[in-house]
């Protein structure tokens, strides 16, 4: 300790340092909870959202952290999409309980619905969030928490989308006048409408190699890969089986028919079940397709798959699908657009792009 005379009778004393102060040195502060507003509930649908209901939503781990940065930060500033969000959350959590067949009469599920078709209306009504990405990320949330829940208000889903048409349109609009990028989450709806000016390989047929984005295939493995084409042929054979039935009348038993029943349950099969994200999550409409036209086994391998698909994504629709097929297949029926079109609804048989 030195003692420093600074004026006349007058002092201070000062200690020398033992190792200048750097930032290094300097105590962290607290990080900031951004869900420290939110009720312990709140929060823990949503770490449940970011964790694992996202998860049926995509079917690669970068494309689930993308929704999720996406989503997460406009929910937080959006009440609709903050209800809507903790629905779809909440949605899962009950069929990872082993209650799928009661997400429709789960009051907890129907009240966050409505808080979230209140709190739309009235953003709708605002001028200064009518046009904003997070209404048109509200009604995608609300189109998947209505599919995912095997339909909590029957064909409430057709509206949900066309609300995100009129929402896009009118943006559109907006854009001409005031013309100004886009963020996120509207380029990323708009890959579903730029598709057609990205080259194609339209001569290849079924099990032909997809062409990737740019980009996307250095960040996938071998096995990945492998499986995006088994998707892919499976989608192929899907359309394959509608124009073949609803445009040409084909019979079910027709080989043109049979033969793609079959491959499409041979794809699902080799891509199966794994630990981690996969094309698994988006087989629950061809397999619907393939069983409405299967024949004696093939109709056990439907349901067995069906099953496996349950268990392990948790999505209460697969097992409705199931029950559909099950009824379809009792009632012997050869035409299944006859006996879809006698439902009162029908949602299990769409794939929402928006939720690709």
Not at 213 to 231: D, F, H, M, N, T
């Amino acid at each position: 300790m030195q003692k420093l005379e600074y004026s006349p009778g007058e002092f201070i004393y000062t200690t020398n340092a033992s190792s200048p102060t750097t930032l290094e040195s300097l105590p962290l502060t607290q990080p900031i909870d951004p869900f420290s507003s939110l009720a312990s509930d709140q929060k823990a649908l949503l770490h449940h959202f970011l964790n694992d209901a996202s998860q049926i939503t995509a079917c690669h781990s970068g494309m689930q952290r993308d929704i999720c940065k996406m989503l997460v930060p406009m929910a937080l500033q959006t009440p609709s999409l903050l209800y809507a969000t903790m629905a779809l959350s909440a949605i899962h959590l009950q069929a990872v309980h082993n209650q799928s067949e009661n997400v429709k009469s789960a009051p907890d599920i129907a009240h966050l619905m409505a808080l979230s078709l209140e709190q739309f209306r009235k953003e709708l009504q605002n001028p200064q969030t009518k046009g904003s990405d997070a209404l048109l990320a509200t009604a995608r949330t609300l189109c998947l928490a209505e599919v995912h829940s095997g339909a909590i208000h029957p064909n409430s889903w057709r509206a949900h989308i066309e609300g995100a048409k009129a929402l896009m349109a009118t943006s559109d609009r907006q854009g001409g006048l005031s013309p100004g990028p886009s963020d996120g989450f509207r380029r990323y709806l708009n890959r579903c409408e730029s598709c057609d000016d990205f080259p194609q390989d339209r001569g290849g047929g079924a099990g032909s190699v997809p062409t990737f984005y740019p980009g996307v295939v250095e960040g996938l493995s071998a096995s990945c890969i492998q499986q995006s084409i088994l998707c892919n042929e499976a989608f192929q054979h899907s359309a394959l089986i509608q124009i073949h039935r609803r445009l040409r009348d084909t019979p079910a038993s027709a080989p043109a028919v049979q033969t793609s029943v079959k491959r499409i349950l041979e794809c699902t099969a080799q891509i199966g079940p794994s630990p981690g994200l996969s094309p698994w999550v988006m087989l629950t409409t061809p397999l619907f397709i393939a069983g409405c036209e299967a024949q004696d086994e093939d109709r056990e391998t439907v349901r067995r798959l069906l099953l496996s698909l349950h268990d392990t994504i948790r999505v209460p629709n697969v097992l409705q699908s199931l029950k559909f097929l099950e009824q379809y297949w009792e009632q012997g029926a050869e035409s299944w657009n006859e006996f879809l079109g006698e439902l009162p609804y029908l949602y299990i048989c769409v794939w929402v792009e928006l939720s690709v």
